[in-house]
């Protein structure tokens, strides 16, 4: 029997990838193994649904056995990857082994655990899929205060989520200012004032020391010594890409799983994309680029190398008190940033000495320009 494309993991990426490759390839045995249980969602959703009163039931678009009839492919869930031996072209999961023809890797990141210390480390909730969100929403169920960590993207739509679905939410994070590897400051500002006026408390620049169980729920000691009541806890610090198991089988790995513009990691017949990738130096953990990648290798998978190409990708922020877009200038490119506007509505542009727009920050009303914008930015892959 053929040995199957294997495919690990079933988020946006492994699904989307399995997708583009049946429409070319009706045919080759296709597998598709997860950790989780197999349900298809939009992980972007994940931070929209206290808003929309959906629970993780109501984010799901399809159950594991529909996907496996969808894909004409196996679906294992629930199953874990131990090992990887590229030499065999095969991988190991506990003392089975499974053949492969070609693997992915599309397992994605995990999210970045600080130590707290105090007797409540159960009620720190980090939400990266939706068993995680699952957990959260039962946990959260007649429930009113939330501290939120990190003030990143995740952290600010996720508070803005909980305020929509009205709970009291705090904010924790050791920064000067929201989402600050991404916005300009005064579209950070514009941003922090729309999930004020919901209702959002911040305290930038300490970090959780202590949470502690107390009677009428949980106490959160920052390191000002500031004390903070509260029922659970949201963790939104970050995500790392997983790339145990790639180093381990000595595949090369820096951020994430290195690979070229074909999506191949160091080895042949193994590639990778989504959040655990590398892709030329870049590992963006947003839809846009990992839609583009999922197109290009089913094609390279199915007999004709495709290179993959990210024109701009702007990043589009669900904060809808304060509408959002950000383009970060690529890496390497320095420009001077010029800002317009006031309040709500900033205009936040990056050019370089020609004048060439590098990459822009625009909320509120000014979101609408992003269409003209986006024709002068320049591609981050060509």
Known sequence: MNAPVVIVGTGLAGYNLAREFRKLDGETPLLLITADDGRSYSKPMLSTGFGKNKDAEGLSMAEPGAMAEQLKAQVRTHTRVSGIDPGHKRLWIGEEAVAYRDLILAWGAETVRVPVGGDAPEAIFPINDLQDYGHFRAAAAGKQRVLVLGAGLIGCEFANDLLLGGYAVDL???????????????????????????????????????????????????SDGQVIPCDLVVSAIGLRPRIDLAAAAGLLVNRGVVVDRQLQTSHANIYALGDCAEVDGLNLLYVMPLMNCARALARTLTGAPTQVSYGAMPITVKT???????????????????????????????RDAEGRLLGYALTGSAVMEKLALNKELPALLA
């Open 172 to 222: 924790v994070a050791p920064c000067e200012q929201v989402m600050p590897t991404l916005l300009h400051p005064a579209a950070a500002s514009a941003v922090q004032a729309g999930l004020e006026s919901l209702g959002a408390r911040f305290h930038l620049g300490p970090v959780l020391n202590r949470l502690q169980r107390m009677a009428s729920g949980l106490e959160a000691h920052l």
């Open 320 to 350: 809808p008190v304060c509408p959002l877009v950000v383009s970060p200038p690529p890496r390497g490119l320095e420009g001077r940033w010029t800002v317009e506007g006031q309040g709500a509505d900033i205009k936040a542009l990056c």
